[in-house]
């Protein structure tokens, strides 16, 4: 079956500007994970849907990062005044539910100039 | 307390050589522990995991190290091949959470044909 996909897979816009990136999970996985991953690091956690309510924001570095899953499936990132320091891959996952395995989509490359 | 910290940054092994990745963490909660496959351009693809109740788990090529007392585990491939140069993550998470992953920051891993 299909596994996660994000769009758009890359995304250029500039500073100030505010980007929607979304995240379309596998069908029937409850959980949902936003991270960011800058270059040359590990993935780092932003937040965690479970089914339609952030279950867990620990992870989002500022009130300018916000994110929805509306109808417990698709989920947008959101970002206001864009600053150069947020350009990063964005990586959605989802899994049936904790403890089970992540699956991770393809990213969506942010580039802030 | 919270950080998994991964060696070496990079690594090259010639081919049917044995790849070997460490990672340690410091919070004694998480019993979790994957390791990601990542190539260029691609998400994070979960390859192996253990939990702390046993000390090795082996998955084909690829076998988990597993030291609870030293708070230490380690990935090892076998008869390595070119088409496993990829990075590699090892990460950890903790039960009875949300199950969000604490990332390494990776292994740059090189097979040389």
């Known amino acids: 079956g299909a596994g996660v996909s994000q769009t758009p897979s890359n995304k250029v816009t500039e500073k100030g500007k505010y980007v929607e990136l979304r995240c379309d999970p596998i069908?029937?996985?409850?959980?949902l994970y936003w991270y960011r991953q800058s270059l040359g690091q590990g993935p780092e956690f932003l937040i965690y849907?479970?089914?339609?309510?952030?279950?867990?924001d620990s992870g989002l570095p500022n009130d300018r990062f916000f994110a929805v899953r509306p109808e417990g499936s698709v989920s947008t990132l959101k970002i206001q005044r864009t600053e150069r320091g947020d350009s990063a891959v964005y990586l959605c996952?989802?899994?049936?539910?904790?403890?089970?395995?992540?699956?991770f989509g393809p990213g969506t490359r942010l580039t802030v100039l | 307390q919270q950080q998994v910290k991964q060696s070496p940054q990079s690594l090259i092994v010639q081919k049917g050589g044995i790849s070997i990745i460490n990672c340690a963490y410091e919070?004694?909660?998480?019993?979790?522990f994957p390791w990601y496959q990542q190539f260029p351009g691609k998400g994070p693809a979960l390859l192996i995991a253990?939990?702390?109740?046993?000390s090795e788990k082996k998955e084909g090529r690829f076998t988990i190290s597993f030291n609870k007392s030293a708070k230490q585990f380690s990935l090892h491939i076998m008869d390595s091949q070119p088409g496993d140069s990829a990075t590699y993550f090892c990460?950890?998470?903790?039960?009875?959470?949300?199950?969000?992953?604490?990332f390494g920051t990776g292994t740059r891993l090189k097979v040389l044909a």
């Open positions: 849907f479970q089914g339609t309510g952030a279950a867990d």
């Open positions: 919070n004694t909660a998480f019993d979790y």
């Open positions: 996952a989802s899994s049936l539910g904790p403890p089970n395995e992540q699956f």
């Open positions: 253990i939990r702390p109740d046993v």
């Open positions: 990460a950890a998470s903790r039960q009875g959470g949300t199950y969000k992953y604490i």
């Open positions: 069908s029937g996985h409850t959980a």
